[in-house]
């Protein structure tokens, strides 16, 4: 037996460690050495996070179940499934993003799993040893909040790491004739797991002095008595995974968005174009969130019953986090879309008339049309950079925020003074000059920087 192999035999699970630091180059090597595990299609879907901080370590040892061994070891990773830097790939190239199926979600399962394998592979290899934390995911929300993980990261399992500070005998693995199977799938196995019951229950009584007496099949049933971790499945689809199909339900689609807050005449030539005086202080306003459409190319249906549709392209902020009053713009937003803020315009004239308030003329279905998010350049880029709409290949719509009367960050302050902002919400920053009716086989393609970020058709 080779000294490779000899050493992944020796496997233990170390939960006590010596005082003694893991040093910089050692999690190097670790880390490195991760970096090189299989991976499926060259997705590389993780991410590490390597913990030292005390604090920090004792308040993940909370949030996986009080588990001292996390506070306690030297150093404290944190593996995850991490599909960011492909979201950017998809911005880069203009193509749709979508890693709501169980195969993505299992592609980046495994890629964080043969990381950590590496990892303790590595660890023990220079004489560390280390213990797999699944407790990670007890309170994945919170953890998330902890290390900062957006969007499409999430926390897979926990890896402590140190010099071992105790020498327990290896726990007995199921035999080899009940894991592998030669040609065909061995369904008799029910003779080799009461050996191996047998066999844990003598480690457990050696290994407790007679405290205690389990064996695997009493663990077995126990753990599936009942789901585990049942919370997952609402994380995860909060983290934009596990969504419906393209089409089923759209507003899986837009799964964290909060409030809508808009903003009307906020370029001085739009308003002098619908013969409005411009405004002296933001005019906000909101629409629902049943009011979302994405577009992706797809056909959306208006209320063309209702009199006149008018296009409004924006550019759209999309809250990171909650928003805390000293926050400011640049803290709290890294992505941004193009909407159009669709009115019915003589529903809209008439609810002005009479002093009404505007809902029925921009809450209806579809009436908030988006892009898929892509990254915030920052304010002072942004107002350089043009945003258009084209209908039917013609331009009719192009404007810089350089123009807005009320900068995106006065934007954000005031709506955070007069309403607050919680992550998820979007802002609606107002639209350019050549606002124009929208009629059935329209088609319209949004566009920031002279790259097309969405288009839709008008359904007959």
């Known amino acids: 037996?080779?000294?490779?192999?000899?050493?992944?035999?020796?496997?233990?699970?170390?939960?006590?460690?010596?005082?003694?630091?893991?040093?910089?180059?050692?999690?190097?090597?670790?880390?490195?050495?991760?970096?090189?595990?299989?991976?499926?299609?060259?997705?590389?879907?993780?991410?590490?996070?390597?913990?030292?901080?005390?604090?920090?370590?004792?308040?993940?040892?909370?949030?996986?179940?009080?588990?001292?061994?996390?506070?306690?070891?030297?150093?404290?990773?944190?593996?995850?499934?991490d599909y960011t830097r492909q979201r950017y790939a998809s911005e880069k190239h203009g193509v749709s993003f979508d890693?709501?199926?169980?195969?993505?979600?299992?592609?980046?399962?495994?890629?964080?799993?043969?990381?950590?394998?590496?990892?303790?592979?590595?660890?023990?290899?220079?004489?560390?040893?280390?213990?797999?934390?699944?407790?990670?995911?007890?309170?994945?929300k919170e953890v998330s909040e902890l290390l900062g993980l957006p969007d499409y990261v999430?926390?897979?399992?926990?890896?402590?790491?140190?010099?071992?500070?105790?020498?327990?005998?290896?726990?007995?693995?199921?035999?080899?004739?009940a894991v592998v199977h030669e040609e065909v799938y061995n369904t008799s196995q029910q003779e080799l797991i009461d050996t191996y019951d047998a066999e844990i229950e003598g480690?457990?009584?050696?290994?407790?002095?007679?405290?205690?007496?389990?064996?695997?099949?009493?663990?077995?049933?126990?753990?599936?008595?009942?789901?585990?971790?049942?919370?997952?499945?609402?994380?995860?689809?909060?983290?934009g995974f596990l969504q419906s199909e393209k089409g089923e339900n759209e507003?899986?689609?837009f799964t964290g968005i909060g409030d809508i807050y808009c903003v009307g005449r906020n370029y001085a030539e739009h308003a002098k174009e619908l013969g409005n005086d411009v405004p002296k202080q933001p005019l906000l306003f909101t629409k629902p969130r049943s009011s979302l459409a994405l577009a992706d190319g797809q056909q959306l249906a208006f209320p063309h019953n209702k009199g006149s549709i008018h296009y409004e392209?924006?550019?759209?902020?999309?809250?990171?986090?909650?928003?805390?009053?000293?926050?400011?713009?640049?803290?709290?937003?890294?992505?941004?879309?193009?909407?159009?803020?669709?009115?019915?315009?003589?529903?809209?004239d008439t609810l002005k008339k009479k002093g009404h308030p505007w809902l029925r003329a921009k809450g209806f279905p579809n009436a908030a049309v988006l892009t898929p998010f892509f990254a915030f350049?920052?304010?002072?880029?942004?107002?350089?950079?043009?945003?258009?709409?084209?209908?039917?290949?013609?331009?009719?719509?192009e404007g810089y925020t350089s123009q807005m009367i009320f900068s995106l960050?006065?934007?954000?302050?005031?709506?955070?003074?007069?309403?607050?902002?919680?992550?998820?919400?979007l802002l609606f920053t107002g639209t350019p000059k050549g606002v124009g009716e929208l009629k059935q086989g329209d088609h319209f393609s949004l566009y920031f920087n002279h790259e097309e970020k969405g288009s839709f058709t008008v359904s007959e």
Not at 5 to 15: C, F, L, V, Y
Not at 158 to 174: E, T
């Open 99 to 140: 890693v709501g199926g169980a195969e993505q979600l299992l592609v980046a399962a495994v890629d964080v799993a043969l990381v950590a394998q590496n990892m303790l592979l590595a660890a023990e290899s220079i004489n560390l040893g280390g213990v797999m934390i699944g407790g990670i995911r007890n309170q994945p």
């Open 203 to 239: 480690y457990y009584l050696e290994r407790t002095n007679g405290n205690r007496s389990s064996t695997w099949t009493e663990l077995m049933a126990q753990y599936t008595s009942v789901r585990k971790r049942a919370h997952m499945d609402h994380y995860l689809k909060e983290k």
């Open 154 to 177: 999430f926390p897979v399992m926990g890896l402590a790491i140190g010099a071992p500070g105790q020498d327990i005998p290896q726990k007995p693995r199921l035999p080899e004739q």
């Open 251 to 253: 507003m899986n689609r």
């Open 313 to 348: 392209i924006e550019l759209v902020l999309k809250i990171d986090r909650d928003v805390n009053q000293e926050d400011k713009l640049v803290d709290v937003v890294s992505e941004v879309a193009l909407g159009l803020d669709l009115t019915l315009r003589e529903v809209q």
């Open 377 to 397: 350049t920052g304010e002072e880029a942004c107002q350089t950079i043009p945003f258009q709409l084209e209908k039917n290949g013609e331009l009719v719509q």
């Open 409 to 425: 960050s006065a934007l954000f302050e005031e709506v955070k003074r007069e309403f607050g902002l919680r992550k998820g919400d």
């Open 1 to 81: 037996m080779n000294e490779i192999i000899k050493g992944m035999s020796a496997h233990r699970s170390i939960r006590a460690y010596q005082s003694e630091n893991v040093t910089k180059e050692q999690i190097q090597m670790i880390t490195n050495a991760a970096r090189w595990a299989s991976t499926s299609n060259h997705v590389q879907a993780y991410s590490i996070l390597s913990i030292q901080s005390k604090q920090t370590k004792q308040t993940l040892a909370e949030l996986t179940g009080g588990q001292k061994w996390v506070e306690e070891c030297p150093v404290f990773f944190v593996l995850c499934a």
